[in-house]
């Protein structure tokens, strides 16, 4: 709903938050995304979701990890998620 600006905030709010989420952006693709963290029953976790816009497509994407601690996810989970968004052919190296 978010993406295709179909909740009750207005375009110009939802294009706002739409430049914010941008993380990258090159002639191939844009990726945009917000990280997120908490924890449950003594674990770390770390999330990453967001989509990639390319000339042909758009592709949605969520990732959820835990740890032991904070430290160990806070990284791994943007990398990760790049790394399978490369290995799929949406981001370039």
């Not at 945009?32 to 979701?49: D, H, I, M, Q």
């Amino acid at each position: 709903k978010f993406y295709d600006e179909k909740l009750s905030v207005s375009k110009r709010s939802t294009e706002i938050v739409k430049q914010i989420l941008v993380q990258e952006e090159t002639a191939e693709y844009k990726l945009s995304a917000k990280t997120g963290g908490g924890w449950n029953n003594g674990k770390a976790l770390g999330w990453y979701v967001g989509y990639v816009e390319t000339k042909d497509n758009t592709i949605f994407f969520a990732l959820n990890m835990d740890g032991k601690n904070y430290m160990a996810i806070r990284d791994k989970r943007i990398e990760l998620t790049k790394q399978i968004l490369t290995e799929l052919g949406y981001l370039k190296k």
